[in-house]
C-alpha cells in the first residue's frame, strides 16, 4: 500500500505528460498505481479495475460462483470506462484482438500514444500537473 502511495504521489506531481495505454489487464495495486495519467488510453478488449472479478465476488456474494455479475458490477471494460471518465480513448484493435496481430495493434497503439502526447504538449507544467490532479480527484464518484 505505501508503494502504491508513493508512486501515486510521486507521478502526480511530474511536470511532463503522463500518458497511459492499458494493453491488456490492469488489476489491483497495478491498475491503482496508473490512474494519475494526463492520457489513459486503454486497449478495445482489455480490463481494468482495482479487484479481479474473481476477488469481488467473494467478497459481495460470499462465492467465487458469480464472478460474471461481479465483472458486470465493476464496469472493466473500455466502453463502461469511457462513459464513466476514468480513460480517455479506446484503441481499436485488429480483428480477432491485439494478439491476433502484434504488429498492427503496435501500429495503431502508436498513432494514439503520439496524438495523446501532442494534445498534452502545449501545456506548461504548472497547468499539466493541476488538470492531472482535476481529473484524478474526479475519479472518485460513488452511487449507493
Same mark, same amino acid.
Given at each position: 500500500?505505501?508503494?502504491?502511495?508513493?508512486?501515486?504521489? $510521486?507521478? /502526480?506531481?511530474?511536470?511532463?505528460?503522463?500518458?497511459?495505454?492499458?494493453?491488456?489487464?490492469?488489476? /489491483?495495486?497495478?491498475?491503482?498505481?496508473?490512474?494519475?495519467?494526463? *492520457?489513459?488510453?486503454?486497449?478495445?478488449?482489455?480490463?481494468?479495475?482495482?479487484?479481479?472479478? $474473481?476477488?469481488? /465476488?467473494?467478497? %459481495?456474494?460470499?462465492?467465487?460462483?458469480?464472478?460474471?455479475?461481479?465483472?458486470?458490477?465493476? +464496469?472493466?471494460?473500455?466502453?463502461?470506462?469511457?462513459?464513466?471518465?476514468?480513460?480517455?480513448?479506446?484503441?481499436?484493435?485488429?480483428?480477432?484482438?491485439?494478439?491476433?496481430?502484434?504488429?498492427?495493434?503496435?501500429?495503431? %497503439? +502508436?498513432?494514439? %500514444?503520439?496524438?495523446?502526447?501532442?494534445?498534452? *504538449? /502545449? %501545456?506548461?507544467?504548472?497547468?499539466?500537473?493541476?488538470? *492531472?490532479?482535476?481529473?484524478?480527484?474526479?475519479?472518485?464518484?460513488?452511487?449507493?
Amino acid at each position: 500500500a505505501e508503494a502504491i502511495a508513493r508512486n501515486l504521489y $510521486e507521478m /502526480s506531481h511530474l511536470p511532463v505528460p503522463i500518458v497511459v495505454a492499458i494493453t491488456g489487464q490492469a488489476f /489491483s495495486g497495478g491498475a491503482i498505481g496508473i490512474t494519475v495519467g494526463d *492520457r489513459i488510453l486503454m486497449m478495445e478488449h482489455g480490463c481494468y479495475t482495482v479487484i479481479v472479478p $474473481e476477488s469481488c /465476488s467473494t467478497i %459481495l456474494f460470499k462465492s467465487r460462483d458469480r464472478k460474471e455479475e461481479a465483472a458486470e458490477a465493476l +464496469k472493466l471494460t473500455a466502453d463502461d470506462l469511457q462513459q464513466m471518465g476514468i480513460i480517455d480513448r479506446i484503441v481499436p484493435e485488429p480483428f480477432g484482438g491485439a494478439h491476433r496481430n502484434w504488429d498492427e495493434a503496435a501500429t495503431v %497503439l +502508436k498513432r494514439h %500514444l503520439l496524438e495523446a502526447l501532442a494534445e498534452l *504538449r /502545449s %501545456l506548461e507544467p504548472d497547468e499539466l500537473v493541476a488538470q *492531472r490532479m482535476d481529473k484524478f480527484a474526479a475519479m472518485a464518484r460513488f452511487e449507493e
